[in-house]
Structure formats: structure tokens, C-alpha cells
């Protein structure tokens, strides 16, 4: 078996090399992480967490148990689920705007009506002014997808004005980014005309990135267990996901588009976490399955003594720790 790291030493170099400036600054990054004991993934998991937050991204994980991985839309929903859209969307006004206006304080009150007093302006001048700070600043951004633009314009409108948002436009906005919005037509008002699916959900995410660094975050840190999809289903259900080798297929490809739209992302990073079948030769389930996704993960030249911290696929082990160079 190929050496392995422990996790207090991957999590220190991801921290150093990744997380404190390549993603802060604009990059992306995948990397496997395979565990070879029991107690690895909740470190690596935890451990994570801990330094995503103390480097200010936004950390959220994600469990094949749970959640069907395999469908791109759903990590989004996901994703989209655990993101505060108020305070985001607040947070970004404040950075946008504090460098030209008195501010008020509250939320409530952070409203065109309200800065305009602050400033001195006729509302019509200051929501004038804004609306154009707006369109250049998100609707001009072409780093986002048109339809993530949209929303959070009329996120952003709808904070400003409730009057000319409506809630119900605003509620349905944020319905249409976690998948619970039904029919779509409730969004024409806002020139949204489709789903977050399987052709665009992968394009949501990466916007959603890049959203989180314009909202004060350094960005998205993303944490996929994918380690359901390498264990046979139990004769006795119990209340979770379990998947067919077709499944565990369409999973691979999904982590292999990722890591083909590396380049094009922006301050994000992910983290796929698998078990030790992960890497079994001739297991049906293992990476070994789906030569698209073992080909650009493989560490198929390496050092005989030294394990590479850098590397796409690494292998992690509390009772095991050896060289780094």
C-alpha cells in the first residue's frame, strides 16, 4: 500500500498553500482525500471546517448518505440551503457602498429611502446612482452565470425596496436557488425562465463562489463525502442512500467535470472524501472503474520515500504519519 499522511499534516499544508492565498487570491483546487482508517474522515471533516472558518470562507459538507451527489443540481441546492441570502446579500450592499455613503446600521433600515437621508440625496438621484453601481458591480460580472446575476440583483433591489420587489418575488427567488420553487413561471417577473438542473447547476455553484467572495467571504470551501457509493446496499434499510453501480458512474463523472472546470472556477475549494474501496483494483465501485476520473487523479510517478502533499489523490491515516518533503 502507498504511504500515507496524517490528517494534521494535509490539513496544515492545505491550509498554508491553498486556503491562506492560491483560493483566497482567485484559484481553485480539487483533491482526493482517501482514508484508510475509521477515524480519519471525522478529522479530516472537522478539521477542515475549523480552517475554512479561520480563514473566512464559507464551509459547508456534504454526505452521500444523504444527498445524491451524483446529481450535480442537488450539491448546489444543497450548498444554496446553508447560505444566509439576507446577510449575504446585505453584506455585499455594505461593501459596495461604503466607500460613497453614510450607511445605516440595521437591516431594516438599510433601505434607498434611508441612505438617501443619510447622503442628502432626492431618492430618485441615490436610486439612480445605485441601480447603475449595481448593474456594473453584479449584472456586468461575467465571472457569474445570467441567471445567478438575476437573482441576486433582485435580491439586492428587494433589499433596497421592498416596494418595487416584491416579498413573494424574493421568497420564490430563494425557493428557485435551494429547489423547492414548483413551477418556475413565479420567476418570469424576474426574467428567470428555467430550473437549476443538471446542465447549468455545475455553472450555479461556481457563480455562487464567486458571489460569496463579492459578499465578504474569501470564498466556498466544499466537502463531498462520496464514501456511500463505494458500499454495497445492507439487506435491512435504514433510512439512507445507497446506490447502483450505475450511480456510482454518473458520481465519477460529475467529480471528473469538476476537476475539467478547475481552471475556469474561482475562489473555491473541494474536497472529495472517499474510503480505502475507493482505490481497490477490480472492485466495480473503485475509481479504477472509470478511467476519465482515475486518469486525472492517479499519482502514477511519485517518490518511493517521500509522499506529495500537493497532489491531486492523497491517502490519509490517523495511526500513520511519514515523510513530507
Known amino acids: 500500500m ?3 499522511m496524517s490528517p494534521e499534516s494535509w490539513l496544515s499544508i492545505i491550509k498554508k498553500e491553498y486556503l491562506q492565498d492560491f483560493i483566497r487570491e482567485g484559484g481553485a483546487a480539487v483533491k482526493c482525500v482517501v482514508t484508510v482508517d475509521g477515524s480519519a474522515p471525522l ?16 464551509f459547508t459538507t456534504i454526505d452521500a448518505a ?5 446529481l450535480v443540481e442537488q450539491i448546489f441546492y444543497q450548498v444554496a440551503k446553508q447560505v444566509d441570502w439576507d446577510a449575504a446579500v446585505l453584506s455585499f450592499l455594505r461593501c459596495l457602498l461604503q466607500d460613497h455613503y453614510k450607511l445605516p446600521q440595521s437591516q431594516t433600515e438599510f433601505t434607498l429611502e434611508q441612505i438617501a437621508l443619510l447622503n442628502g440625496y432626492e431618492e430618485r438621484d441615490i436610486r439612480h446612482a445605485i441601480n447603475n453601481r449595481l448593474r456594473d458591480a453584479l449584472f456586468l460580472d461575467y465571472a457569474m452565470s445570467q441567471e445567478f446575476r438575476i437573482a441576486m440583483i433582485t435580491l439586492c433591489r428587494h433589499q433596497l425596496d421592498s416596494a418595487e420587489v416584491s416579498d413573494s418575488l424574493c421568497l420564490s427567488i430563494k425557493g428557485w436557488l435551494r429547489g423547492e420553487l414548483r413551477l418556475v413561471s413565479a420567476l418570469k417577473q424576474a426574467l428567470i425562465f428555467q430550473k437549476i438542473g443538471r446542465h447549468n447547476a455545475r455553472n450555479m455553484l461556481l457563480s455562487l463562489a464567486h458571489w460569496l467572495k463579492l459578499s465578504g467571504k474569501n470564498g466556498l470551501v466544499l466537502l463531498l463525502d462520496i464514501s456511500r457509493y463505494t458500499m454495497d446496499k445492507p ?26 472546470g478547475t481552471d475556469e472556477s474561482e475562489y473555491c475549494f473541494l474536497a472529495i472524501l472517499a474510503q480505502s474501496r475507493f482505490l481497490d483494483e477490480g472492485d466495480r465501485r473503485s475509481v479504477h472503474a472509470y478511467d476519465a476520473l482515475k486518469l486525472r487523479i492517479w499519482d502514477e510517478v511519485h517518490d518511493r520515500i517521500y509522499i506529495n502533499p500537493l497532489a491531486p489523490l492523497v491517502r490519509i491515516s490517523c495511526c500513520q504519519s511519514t515523510g513530507v518533503k
Open 2 to 4: 502507498a504511504e500515507c
Open 43 to 58: 478529522e479530516i471533516k472537522s478539521g477542515l471546517q475549523r480552517q475554512a472558518e479561520e480563514t473566512g470562507f464559507f
Open 235 to 260: 439487506k435491512a434499510p435504514d433510512g439512507t442512500f445507497y446506490y447502483s453501480t450505475g450511480a456510482v458512474l454518473d458520481c465519477y463523472e460529475v467529480l471528473r467535470q469538476f476537476i475539467d
Open 66 to 70: 444523504f444527498i445524491k451527489i451524483h
